[in-house]
């Protein structure tokens, strides 16, 4: 019951966002829901009790809609493997001109092959004020540069390599990705890695969303 009203919120939510703005490089990508089901077994009903309670009472409906139309609508940016051991990927947008780090556990990836300084893609939607953020409202754990839309204050980050099997799809959006905004990435990256040691996110789709550091600590997305 609870589960189909998230899930009625969340297309309302995605319409919204969809007709109120456009993705400079949409991703257009199509979700494998194995990928899915190996990050995050909670979004689905026959995981277990665990799963069954969250999509029937809870979020993981609404949430797993969530991620698949941000697939399809959300922005395209760069994204560039910062270790592999643990798995640290940094994502970057552009209108916050900052990247935050996200971390991944190696069996939750499958058999996903990664080098330090591979480019990936990350598919986001951004989180702006109606007007410019004051002091402390920005998340605490991006590293931004000096280009940042003073309105944006945090975003949330899909890895398309890690979310579709679209292998062909995912270089379509890539090839629009300038070499500068990679190399931007990793530098912002490396920057992060440098000045907040551990502050990474929880890579998982369903928590890429959430700060670990600042005044959104913890917070979902819309109220989530």
Known sequence: MFGIVSYLKARQRRHAVNT???ASNPGRLRLSDAKLKRLCPSLFLTTGLGGFARCFFGDGLGTRMYVRDMLVHGDSRAAVVLSIDPVLVA???DDSDAVCVLGFQKTELGDVELCVGDRLLTVLNSMALGRPARAGEVAGDLVQGDRANPHYINFWPLVAEFLTDDRDAIERPKAAITKEEYARCRALGQEHL?????AVRDGRPDQSMRPVLGPLRGKGWFGW
Do not use: F, K, M, V
């Open 20 to 22: 109120s703005s456009a």
């Open 91 to 93: 994502c970057y947008c």
């Open 194 to 198: 440098r000045r907040l040691p551990g």
